[in-house]
Structure formats: structure tokens, C-alpha cells
């Protein structure tokens, strides 16, 4: 089982744990879940799953050890005067900061080691040879267990959670290891937090006519967007970010859009069919996109693409970061020599920093990954900086911000601004990814579109129509998405043959012009590799 | 809506899928077996334009049985029809697959199962997909929607496209390494996998019900051929009272030069090395089993000339 459109889960896995699930009585629906999820993910990653079943004890553990001193502590206040009560606060506050941070480090320590031992080794060699230092140091191959990028910032969510007692530890390990380990969400997400999704999975309720259907075209939706889409443009993408020097810039410039296509087909799809997946099991995820193209600025589209990274980041970084004491500080000196507007940007940078190195690292240990993440910061705070003189200068242009001419020049920067962020994180290396700039930018020439040079590159003329076509249907049900059309709910209202003309049409667009079969090369889960 | 209607409501949709499938099947299949025609592996299907029950051994297997054994050459020397209905990476599906394809229009006395197939790993879903792709042709040739012409609603399938190599691919590379001895003796065994067994079972069974010879041959191959695999192929072979013929084990009467007749260092023959192979076994078959020679029989003339366009190909290949 290599994806979520394998034919062996979506002709065998899936069916069967469907009738599985709606076979067993409802306690034992859980237990049908876990089954699954653990098979689903030994069958990728084998023996790696002792990983995923430490991290599920370590945080079962930590959590019931938070309560405890949570418990103990309400048990002291109870009986302290009245004028203790601070320090008491503080004392244990203190001794949950100590297992916080345990449980965070035991977490962040794996995943450092399983994800990053083999860029930080290559780095320190590379350091030690510039400065003439003959030691080198030997790179392991350390086995990484799928969907540990995932799981491991669930499970500190969970930490963080009980520790700001927003929820309650759970001393069901079950629901726990099913809230961890869930097959649809294990290997790409969405990064689920345990009060949004651990009950309602383990509810173990039965699949409904209405969850069914709405899942399943959820999934061929996800289907038209990753094999028609995605995989039709893998080899074109491919070849063009293997062999970049030998194309002109209008080359490197359609490649650069069609990857981005790709990320945002093969990415959002995946999340359809998880989505979808879930739903016939009458469980809702957490959605991770939200029509991120129709985003007029780039922390509008980072609210838009990856939502639940994004709000991780958000919850578990920014907002601690710039509640920290130092950085409380740091905004009063600042706001009073630089003004209202400027002084708390400079806190906000650090922790906007801090969320940026993160996210660039998270996404993979290369240097254009992190390239990726302070390309996306400068991008954030030049907009945050400027955004007051900018609105000054439209004012004075007479132009109407909330106009569609303006909304439509904004959505189209900011699309350029993410296909420029995109082409690096793609690059093979930096130097690539710069040598492939420069290329698009003072390079550029039409001259292989023109000879057809281009259609021999993986797609052909057909290839780029079918392309064009699927990006414009998918274009067309996010613009009514966006205008909270919902087009699953609205093709239900339609007569029974409407809808099933709809349906049939769909199933054949995918059978005939999915990139499937031979001469063919899927793309891997990208955000799997993650 | 009741639970029967329901049920019933998707019996109905599926079974409309399932027409709209078969008819979509009836425009994408290929109207003819030329490449042109967008027909996969047009040399393997070759099989469907030749003459009825004028193949009397039919080889099947991965590249290395079209690497390896040429039927031109077998006749040219002996006599003897052959056709190699093998395919690149061919798994033991689709083997079986062909061997059904090239039964429907032939009754072949002897099959030849070159062994590489068996060691090719596929699971159940690939091959629950290729029966699929059999019923539902649209599945495998969904590509085609990019040449569809206006025949292809209305026109039925006629295979006219002969192959004058008979499946055989003609390769003169030369990519040499030393020779060295690869077949090192040993008691170990390296199994191939249940599935890959179960459809071996299945052609063993079907030859028999067809009233043909199976035979298992391994062409030389320094990649793919070991000690380990010869036991286990041959504990298979002794399983179901088939004959084994490991050329691998054969260097005085197949002598492949290793640095000569190979075209990638060892993975498959070229030519020569094909030569080589084809030689000795078409003597085998030829003295060993009820074979009759075509050469100058008029119902076989069509092999004359394709015999001729092969010895043309092999002059324009030499200059």
C-alpha cells in the first residue's frame, strides 16, 4: 500500500474496513479503527511503528502525570490562606513547565534525530572542511517512520493542551492511539488537535446513506485533482527541475506554475480523500485548505493553504512567543522609540521569525526549505510593514481596496509571489533553485513554447489541454466554494438524473484521462516525505 | 428511503457504470495489433494476425525471452513455428493472459515458460487490476483518447499487423563484461511468491486442459540467474512433472561470451547471444519432441517471407 489512490486501498483496504466498521457493535468500532490504522501503517513503515506506539504511551503518561500535579495543586489552594496562593500557583507551574518541556523535548528530540541527523552531519562536514578541520563525520541512514512530521506535533498539541488545561488528560490509552494514529490523517494530516477529533473518533458511530455518498464524491473529487492533475504533470516537472540548465526561462517559468499546480492538486486532493474517507466513517476532520488562490496577500494564503500547520504554529509558537515576558518588554521599550505601528512589529518579527524557521524545517532538512521559510517571512513582514502606507497611497490613487479590479491584482501578486516561493522549495538544492531564477527572470523566451520544444518534455499538446481543462473545473467549484456555494449540497438538490449524469461524468473524466497505468509515474505523497 | 431502496438505488448506478464502461471499452480498444494503432506490446500481440494453428511452440516470459529465443531463427535452422509472446517486465498475470490470447487462435504444442517471469514481484490488487483491465478495456487503454479517431466508435477490431521477428527483438548492442562464473552451487533456495506460484499453477493447468507440453527455460543471464533460484525453479518444475532447461548451467552447449553477447552487461543477450540460445534449442526441440519441419510446407509460405524481410533487417542493421 504506497497511497490513499492505490488500488489496493481504494478497491480493498477502505471497502473493507467500511464493512468492518459497520459490521462490529458500536463499542467495538474503536477497536475496528486502531486495527486498521495499525495495519495501514505497518504496511508502509513495518517494524518503524514502535515509534508511533511510544509517542502514544509517552503522551498517555505525561498527560495523566500533568493532571496529577494539576490535581495536587487545586488540592493544596484549597486549603492555602489566601495570600500563598500566588506562590503556590507559581511553584507548580513551574513543575508542569518541567514535564511540558520533557514531553515537548522527547517529542521534538525524535523527530530531530530520525529527520534531521543526516542534514545536520552533511553541514557540520561542510564546516569542518571550509575551515580545514579533518574530521568527517559519518551521515546515518536513519529509517523514518511515515507521518512522523504529523504525529509528532499532534501529540505535543495534546501536551500543550493538557498543560493549559483547555482539555482533560485521558486515561483512555484506546482513544489516545486512535486520536494518533487514525489511517486517513497518519501519513499527510491535517494536524488534528485532541478536543476537535479524539471523542467524535472514538464514538464509533455507524455509517450513514448521507456520509457515504458525500465521502465518496469527496474522493472523486480528490481523485480528479491528483491523477488527472498531479500525476499528468510529474514528469514534465520532473525533467524540467532535473535538467533546468538546459531550458530557457519560459520553460523554467511553466514549470514553476505547473508545480505549483501540482503541490496544490496532490496536496489538497490527498486531504479531499482523507476528508472523505473520514466522512463515510461519519467522522469530521478539520479541513487544510480553503481556496488558498483566491488569497490577497501571503498571510491571507498561509490561512488558506495548511491550515492546521498553520495554526499550530500560530498557537504553540507566536502567540507564546510574543506572551512571553522578554518579548512584553521588548514591545513597550520598542513602541515607545518607534511608534505605534512599528514598535510591536519588532516583537512580532521574532516570533514571526521563529514561526517561519520552523516552518521552513518542518517542511524538510535542506537549505532550501528553510530558504523557503525566510523567503515566506520577509514576504509576511514587508507586507505587515507597509500595509499602512500602502492603503495611504491607494487612498490617495482613488483606488477602491475592496474593489474586484483591485482584488483581482492582489490575488495575481500574490499567486506570482507564492509560484517564486514554490520553485525554490521544489529546486533540487539552492544553488538550483537560484540558478533556475535567474534563468525564468533573465532568461525568459518563449522560443520552446513557439518550436514545441516544450511538448517534448514529458506532456504532450493533449496532455497541457487536459491540464488546462481539469485547472479550470477545479478553478470554477472553488470560486463558488468561495462564494459559500456548496456544490456537493447543491448537485443533491438536482433530479436523480442529473446527478447521476454529473457522477458518471466525473468517474470517466477520471478513468479516461487519469495518468494511470503504463508509460505513467505517479507522484509520491509529497507532504508524506515531510 | 428505505434501506432496500437505497440498496437498490446503487445496484442501479453500478450497473449503469458498468455498461457505460463496457461501451466506452468498445471505442478505446484498438481496432488493429500495430503500434500505430496504439495496441500495448504490438510484437507480443503479434500473436492475434498469425494464421490459425500454424504456432507450434509458443514462448512467453519477460525481456528475457524476447531478448533471447528468436523464432526466425529457430525456422530458418529447423523448421519449427514459434512465436514469443513475452513483454517487458512481464509478471506471471499477464503471462497467463497472453498464454490465453495466443490459444485463442493457435493450438501450440509445446509452451515455453522462461523462469524470469516467476521472479517478478507484483501484489494481488495489480493483479485483480489486470483482470479488470481484461473485462473492462477502457481501464487499460484509456490513453488512446488522445488518437481516437471517428472508426474507433464504430469499427470492430481486426488484427492484420504480422510480425516477421515473431516477437523477437532484435538488439545487436554490445555492452560486454568479463566473463565470470555465476552459477555457483549451492543447496539454498530462493523461493518466488505464492501468487506468482498460484498462476504458475493455473498455466500448468491450462496447458494440460489444451493438451500442450510446458517447459520451463532459463536463458542465460548473469543479473538475473542464480543457484538459488535454479533450486527453486526446479523444485517446482519436479512439483508438476514439467521439464527444466537451465541454459545457465549449459556453457558447452550454449557457450555465451559474456563480453560479446550481452547488450547491458549481463541483463539480457544481444543478438549473438540470441543466436546462441535459438541454435541449441531449436536442435533440442527439434530431435527431443514431436516437431515437424515447415520449411517447405506451402500452408507455411508466409514464414518464407517474413523469414526474408528478417534477413533483410539484419542487412541493413550491419551496415
Known amino acids: ?530 | 428511503m428505505s434501506v432496500l431502496k437505497k440498496v437498490l438505488k446503487c445496484v442501479l448506478f453500478m450497473t449503469g457504470l458498468v455498461v457505460i464502461l463496457m461501451v466506452s471499452g468498445l471505442v478505446f480498444m484498438p481496432k488493429n495489433n500495430m503500434k500505430e494503432s496504439g495496441i500495448e506490446d504490438f510484437q507480443t500481440n503479434g500473436i492475434r494476425s498469425e494464421k490459425k494453428n500454424t504456432i507450434d511452440v509458443l514462448v512467453l516470459g519477460d525481456s528475457l525471452s524476447y531478448a533471447g529465443i528468436s523464432p526466425i531463427i529457430m525456422y530458418k535452422d529447423y523448421g519449427i513455428t514459434s512465436y514469443v509472446c513475452g513483454s517487458s517486465g512481464q509478471q506471471m498475470f499477464d503471462t497467463y493472459r497472453y498464454l490465453k490470447i495466443a490459444f485463442e487462435n493457435q493450438k501450440p504444442k509445446y509452451v515455453i515458460l522462461e523462469t524470469d517471469a516467476l521472479y517478478r514481484k507484483f501484489d494481488m490488487a495489480e493483479s485483480i487490476g489486470s483482470d479488470v483491465q481484461g473485462i473492462l478495456p477502457v481501464f487499460r487503454y484509456h490513453d488512446r483518447w488522445k488518437n481516437l479517431e471517428l472508426k474507433d466508435f464504430k469499427g470492430k477490431a481486426k488484427y492484420t499487423a504480422v510480425n516477421d521477428h515473431k516477437g523477437y527483438r532484435y538488439n545487436d548492442t554490445i555492452k560486454g563484461i568479463p566473463n565470470k562464473q555465476y552459477m555457483i552451487e549451492t543447496t539454498e533456495i530462493q523461493d518466488m511468491t505464492d501468487l506468482s506460484k498460484n498462476y504458475f499453477d493455473q498455466i500448468a493447468q491450462f496447458c494440460r486442459k489444451n493438451g500442450a507440453e510446458l517447459i520451463l527455460v532459463s536463458v542465460p543471464s548473469v543479473r538475473n540467474c542464480n543457484y538459488k533460484k535454479h533450486n527453486a525453479i526446479k523444485k517446482l518444475a519436479d512439483k508438476y512433472g514439467v521439464e527444466f532447461i537451465n541454459l545457465n548451467l549449459m556453457p558447452e552447449e550454449v557457450p555465451i561470451d559474456w563480453e560479446v553477447d550481452t547488450r547491458d552487461k549481463g541483463d539480457h543477450l544481444n543478438h549473438t547471444g540470441a543466436t546462441k540460445v535459438t541454435s541449441y534449442l531449436g536442435k533440442y526441440l527439434f530431435e527431443n519432441k514431436e516437431l515437424k519441419d515447415h520449411r517447405f510446407d506451402e500452408k507455411y509460405d508466409h514464414w518464407n517471407k517474413s523469414l526474408e524481410e528478417y534477413l533483410k533487417t539484419l542487412e541493413t542493421a550491419k551496415k
Open chain 1, 1 to 530: 500500500m504506497t497511497s490513499f489512490f492505490s488500488v489496493f486501498y481504494l478497491a480493498i483496504f477502505l471497502p473493507v474496513m467500511v464493512i468492518l466498521y459497520n459490521v462490529c457493535p458500536k463499542k467495538y468500532r474503536p477497536i475496528v479503527l486502531i486495527a486498521g490504522s495499525y495495519f495501514y501503517f505497518y504496511s508502509i513503515s513495518g517494524k518503524l511503528l514502535i515509534y508511533l506506539l511510544f509517542s502514544t504511551m509517552s503522551i498517555h503518561h505525561i498527560g495523566l502525570w500533568l493532571t496529577d500535579i494539576q490535581g495536587e495543586r487545586d488540592g493544596v489552594l484549597k486549603e492555602a490562606a489566601k495570600e500563598e496562593k500566588k506562590a503556590i500557583k507559581a511553584e507548580y507551574l513551574k513543575k508542569q513547565r518541567r514535564v511540558l518541556f520533557f514531553g515537548v523535548m522527547l517529542h521534538l528530540g525524535i523527530l530531530l534525530v530520525v529527520k534531521y541527523t543526516p542534514f545536520f552531519a552533511t553541514n557540520i562536514n561542510t564546516l569542518f572542511d571550509a575551515m580545514g578541520i579533518n574530521i568527517t563525520l559519518t551521515i546515518p541512514k536513519i529509517m523514518m517512520p511515515i507521518g512522523i512530521s504529523f504525529y509528532t506535533l499532534s501529540a505535543i498539541s495534546y501536551i500543550f493542551d493538557v498543560y493549559r488545561e483547555t482539555i482533560k488528560a485521558d486515561k483512555n490509552i484506546a482513544r489516545l492511539a486512535l486520536f494518533m494514529s487514525f489511517f486517513p490523517h497518519i501519513m499527510e494530516g491535517p494536524i488534528c488537535r485532541y478536543s476537535d477529533t479524539a471523542h467524535n473518533l472514538y464514538k464509533g458511530e455507524r455509517t450513514n446513506y448521507q456520509c457515504l455518498t458525500f465521502g465518496l464524491q469527496r474522493i472523486l473529487f480528490a481523485m480528479v485533482k491528483k491523477m488527472v492533475v498531479a500525476d499528468r504533470l510529474n514528469d514534465f516537472i520532473q525533467e524540467v527541475f532535473t535538467n533546468y540548465s538546459q531550458y530557457d526561462g519560459g520553460v523554467i517559468l511553466v514549470g514553476a506554475v505547473c508545480y505549483t499546480i501540482q503541490l496544490y492538486m496532490e496536496f489538497s486532493g490527498t486531504m479531499d480523500i482523507v476528508i472523505g474517507t473520514a466522512q463515510i466513517f461519519n467522522v469530521r476532520l478539520p479541513e487544510n485548505f480553503k481556496q488558498p488562490f483566491f488569497s490577497r496577500t501571503i498571510s491571507d494564503f498561509w490561512s488558506r493553504w495548511h491550515i492546521t500547520l498553520g495554526t499550530f504554529f500560530k498557537d504553540y509558537i507566536f502567540y507564546p512567543l510574543t506572551m512571553s515576558k522578554p518579548l512584553k518588554k521588548l514591545t513597550t521599550k520598542a513602541r515607545k522609540r518607534l511608534g505605534n505601528h512599528l514598535g510591536p512589529m519588532l516583537a512580532g518579527a521574532i516570533a514571526l521569525f521563529c514561526v517561519w524557521l520552523s516552518n521552513g524545517l518542518w517542511h524538510g532538512a535542506g537549505w532550501q526549505y528553510i530558504f523557503f521559510g525566510m523567503y515566506h517571512f520577509a514576504l509576511i513582514l514587508t507586507g505587515n510593514i507597509v500595509e499602512p502606507y500602502s492603503r495611504n497611497l491607494l487612498k490617495k490613487l482613488h483606488i477602491n481596496k475592496e474593489g474586484l479590479p483591485y482584488g483581482i491584482f492582489s490575488m495575481l501578486r500574490t499567486t506570482c509571489l507564492v509560484i517564486v516561493g514554490e520553485l525554490f522549495f521544489r529546486a533540487e538544492g539552492i544553488k538550483a533553485g537560484f540558478a533556475m531564477f535567474k534563468n525564468m527572470v533573465f532568461n525568459f523566451s518563449i522560443t520552446s513554447v513557439k518550436n514545441g520544444q516544450i511538448f517534448a518534455l514529458g506532456m504532450d499538446k493533449h496532455d497541457f489541454l487536459i491540464v488546462a481543462i481539469s485547472v479550470i473545473i477545479i478553478f470554477v467549484v472553488s470560486l463558488l466554494k468561495e462564494n459559500n456555494i456548496n456544490v456537493r449540497g447543491e448537485i443533491a438538490k438536482r433530479n436523480i438524473f442529473i446527478r447521476w449524469a454529473i457522477y458518471y461524468a466525473i468517474i470517466m473524466f477520471i478513468i479516461i484521462f487519469g495518468a494511470y497505468g503504463r508509460g505513467y509515474t505517479p507522484v509520491d505523497p509529497i507532504y508524506a516525505n515531510f
